[in-house]
């Protein structure tokens, strides 16, 4: 079956007991047994629940992996992911980051003793002389957050694996369906659900996708062991989002197309970035690797911070707010709201200037989106 049909059918069957075609929610935190430790599948709901164990299958598949496990918001996942990662253990992650994953590495570097090592993953031969001392894991995003560089993923799995390494991808901004990171070579893939698997601003989760069922053994284990797991109400939602995510995906498409062409080549703008932009320095990798270009787009404004902070007081159709991957649009000023976590050397070494704005693009009329950023580049 071809992806949009699976995302509405695969995993997900009628409830056999009722022929409900919607999972039911179920709204219990514990299963009776009928002597010790004789259960029909489920014991406590934070070691699994049918509503999740849906979801969990769901993703899974649609990552084209051995399985999926759900968790209580992104950096739930990742906290998940990284208590596998003992004091010494070396991490070689991409440097344009989410700033939350940025600061739960920190954290784990000054409080655990985890090594990482920030390297840009669009230039080959970084990574390359990393990987030539010991490592765990390698990570990264593709596209990034909030810059939109793109990692090749085949290439960096393969060098990856050369070292015996695994790969482990944050999927947030791509969703699989537009980039399904473990047919590309990744072992993990990680999601914040909050963002366009939910799609619609309304809960907050995670998720992990695992290409191995080791790998999907050991880290369910942890997840049960951790306990940062979702609401079976939560769970409903994402598979919910989950269903329209082909359509969704194609709308953000349409709009940041719309919004980037309207700032490309504006006399106020310093940069857009946007890999479906034939300007874009990776377009044509974005082109191979990603089925569609992605809902996100940053801007660079001339004017810096000012010019910023003006821009955003002027735009109607776009809610100030962090967050991204909702069906209405979103504007966000990473200095000082998303990455405020990063110090300012660090951000600005990377690129993310005061002057940088990044906008989620939602599925309203794409044309009233350009209107939108046109009519306050005007303001500013
Ligand atoms: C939001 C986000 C996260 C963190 O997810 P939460 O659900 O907010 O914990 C991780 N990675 C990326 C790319 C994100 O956008």
Redesign the pocket.
């Known amino acids: 079956m071809r992806f949009d049909t699976r995302l509405i059918h695969d995993r997900q069957p009628p409830d056999p007991l009722t022929g409900a075609v919607n999972v039911p929610i179920y709204l219990s935190s514990t299963f009776r047994q009928s002597a010790p430790n004789r259960n029909q599948g489920y014991v406590y709901s934070r070691s699994g629940n049918p509503t999740r164990a849906v979801l969990e299958s769901a993703i899974g598949a649609l990552e084209s992996g051995a399985g999926g496990l759900a968790f209580s918001?992104?950096?739930?996942a990742?906290a998940t992911l990284l208590s596998a990662y003992p004091t010494g253990s070396r991490i070689v992650s991409v440097d344009d980051l989410?700033g939350?994953?940025w600061r739960l590495f920190e954290h784990h570097r000054r409080q655990f003793g985890l090594r990482v090592d920030y390297v840009d993953m669009t230039d080959e031969t970084g990574l390359r002389s990393a990987l030539r001392e010991p490592t765990d894991l390698v990570y990264a995003?593709s596209p990034t957050?909030p810059l939109l560089r793109l990692v090749d993923l085949r290439a960096v799995s393969a060098l990856a694996h050369r070292v015996r390494t695994k790969l482990a991808v944050?999927n947030?901004?791509a969703t699989p369906a537009l980039q399904r990171p473990l047919e590309l070579g990744a072992d993990i893939v990680?999601h914040?659900?909050?963002?366009y698997l939910g799609g619609h601003s309304d809960i907050?989760?995670?998720a992990l996708a695992f290409r191995s069922p080791k790998d999907l053994e050991r880290f369910a284990w942890l997840q049960n062991a951790i306990g940062a797991v979702p609401s079976p109400f939560d769970c409903f939602l994402v598979l919910r989002g989950l269903r329209t995510l082909g359509v969704r995906m194609r709308a953000h498409g349409e709009s940041a197309r719309a919004v980037a062409e309207a700032l490309e080549g504006h006399p106020k703008v310093r940069a857009v970035h946007y890999p479906g932009l034939s300007t874009h320095p990776q377009h044509a990798l974005a082109a191979r690797q990603m089925s569609g270009f992605g809902g996100m787009v940053s801007v660079d404004l001339a004017g810096g911070r000012k010019s910023a902070l003006r821009f955003l007081r002027q735009l109607k159709v776009f809610t100030l707010a962090e967050?991204?991957g909702g069906v209405e649009s979103l504007v966000d000023h990473p200095a000082t709201m998303t990455h405020a976590s990063v110090p300012r050397a660090e951000r600005e070494a990377h690129g993310v200037t005061e002057g940088l704005v990044r906008l989620s693009c939602g599925i309203e009329d794409p044309a009233d989106l350009a209107d939108d950023v046109r009519a306050a580049l005007r303001g500013t």
């Open positions: 918001s992104g950096l739930g990742l989410y939350g994953t995003e957050n944050d947030t901004f990680l914040s659900t909050t963002k907050v989760g995670g967050s991204l």
